[in-house]
């Protein structure tokens, strides 16, 4: 029972308490009414309203204006207006220092008033207000705005005092931060409009003038760097007392104004400041002031392609410098490992202060790419470079490095626009270190070859993948030529190691001739015989300018060693085991070794220091048809093993290289041939620019074909009946089936 008594006094706390029905009023009944209501308004301004009628009559009686909406309206527009105007007065006639505070204080009070003058007249507020008047907490922010803040007594001082203090703050003087906050947020109560014209757009002219005289003051006292640092705070500054001051809104628009001020008005001034500037931070890989500048310049229009277009600029010229310099294309390996460090160099500044930019990567490989083809032996010159890495310069190093290593000159070849004059070296360089057995290792070989594949296609490295599987598949020959013939195992004798190389794989020369020594030919003649009779449809041809060769030579006092030389060297030295002294005309007509070759073969034995296993006569730094070589009986050694190199130019000389050229030339006629023929097959007919435009693009992988040598070929084409021209109009050709 107890239980239930509770709940049901609980439902009769929570009864409504009912409010009388509309009735019509008289125009007595409603003056009445509303000098009732206006009376309360009052005393709520005037901070009296404990003694006023309840809050349910006060609502009864707004209720009832059933009729008179006009008449509450006006009213309400009248009274509010009134007390607003002393307000204004009140807040007019305050000393400076409390002018503000004691104008948000009477925000405040209005704000309050509001609130209850709007939950009085919620009724007619809903009803006749929303359909044809402004709602009544609205009117009373624009009444406001229109008696106080657009007041002649407050609307001037107001501005200035509220940007007096933002001055003084600037200057760095104690401001009351949250009574400018309190400011701020009533201009964006009265709406934006009221918020951006009477404080953002003249607060917007401080800064303006503020920062164009700072930004003077540093830029004359700092160097590039000081002043980065010194606007990257200014910008964090700006961010911070909009946090404390503004809108959130205004943030957007200070800070481009700081950042025209600061950066975008002395932008090519900081990048070409003399000895601190964009190029002085690269040559001294300052990474901390180019991360700076980029994160400064990528906020003001152009700024990013302002540093671009530098850092291009630098690029370009350091390479130019670099190709024009005869004494930097002296050395191709250091020629290409500059190019390399400078590639590696702008990686990292890239990828460490520029935010890894796409923008930046772009330009660096457009760079490089001008670069590696403003050399025009670049081909061969990176060929050489792999040569040195392949044979000697990546021993003892893990297999990451060298991949690393391979990458990176990845990097140059794939924007060589002659990549077949690159494969003719190469080619070149790796017969010479896989017959020489001077390769770092197999997996090296394998690894750049693949990479090839990758870049150009198979075509590309067919010849060079047979060149290493001849290498491996020589190996089985040789084991069975000495098991068929065991009396060739002895130690003390002469022995032939061979290399059957497939013709068209190597860049052989079939006319080169050499007369080998006579304990060689027997042995030359006996694997001749074994092999052709295991393969009959076979021919051996003898490549002694590709061999090497092992001596045991003893000279004065007993002294021994073990000389490794190529076979022309050999064939030079084993006539010394009959003849004390030669000329170079005896050497010449006893080996028949070609007269280039000879000369520097000599070159190599007699004129290398800690090498000259010969003298000659007479002594000079030169090779010569009346020289007279004999043996170095007092040569010697700290190794047992000597390695005589042959010398040989470090790049191809002239007349070879022009050869190389022509030879090139003539390959690739039939490859411009071929794509042509592709691609009028599928067309059936075209226009000749499209069609130059289309053979360019698909032999890119390999050349630049020459627009003159594509044409020649379209008409070799013509005369051959593969094409024809259009009769009506003869830039047009047409694919004859």
Known sequence: MS??????????????????????????????????????????????????????????????????????????????????????????????????????????????????????????????????????????????????????????????????????????????????????????????????QEFENPFLQLPAEFYRAESQKFIECCDCGDYLKKAEMRLNEVIDRVSHFWDPSTQKKITIVVEKEMIENHMIRLILMENSGLVNMIGDDKYEDLSRMYNLFRRVTGGLSQIREVITSYIRDYSKQLVTDPERLKNPVEFVQRLLDEKDKFSRIINLAFSNDKLFQKDLYSSFEFIINLNPRSPEYISLFLNDKLQNGLKGISEDVVEITLNKVMFLFRYLQEKDVFEKYYKKHLAKRLLSGKTVSDDAERSLIAKLKTECGYEFTAKLEGMLTDMKTSLHPMKSFYASHPELGDADGATLTVQVLTTGSWPTQSSVTCNIPTEMVVLCEKFLLYYLSNHTDRKLSWQTNMGTADLKATFENGQKHELNVSTYQMCVLMLFNNADRLSYKEIEQATEIPASDLKMCLQSLALVKGKDVLRKEPMNNYVSEIDAFFVNDKFSSKLYKVKIGSVVAETEPEPEKLKTQERVEEERRPQIQASIVRIMKSRKKLEHNNLVAEVTKQLQSRFLANPTEVKKQIESLIERVFLERDNSDRKLYRYLA
Not at 12 to 25: L, Q, S, W
């Open 3 to 196: 239980n239930k008594k509770k709940k049901k006094n609980n439902m009769k706390k929570k009864k409504d308490v009912p409010i009388e029905a509309f009735k019509d009023m008289s125009a007595e009944y409603g003056d009445k009414a509303w000098n009732i209501l206006e009376h309360a308004i009052r005393r709520i301004y005037n901070h009296n309203a404990r003694n006023i009628l309840s809050f349910k009559e006060l609502y009864r009686n707004a209720r009832n204006f059933h009729g008179f909406g006009e008449k509450l309206y006006s009213g309400l527009v009248a009274t509010i207006t009134s007390q607003l105007k002393e307000m204004a007065t009140s807040v007019a006639d305050t000393q400076k220092s409390s002018f503000l505070k004691e104008l948000n204080r009477k925000w405040n009070d209005h704000r309050k008033a509001l609130r209850m003058i709007r939950d009085i007249i919620m009724h007619a507020d809903r009803t006749y207000n929303s359909m044809t008047k402004t709602p009544v907490y609205e009117l009373g922010l624009n009444l406001w705005r229109e008696n106080v803040i657009y007041s002649n007594q407050i609307r001037t001082r107001f501005l200035n005092m509220l940007l007096g203090l933002i001055c003084k703050d600037y200057a760095e003087e104690v401001v009351n931060k949250k009574l400018i906050r309190k400011i701020t947020n009533m201009l964006m109560d009265l709406g934006p409009s009221v918020y951006v």
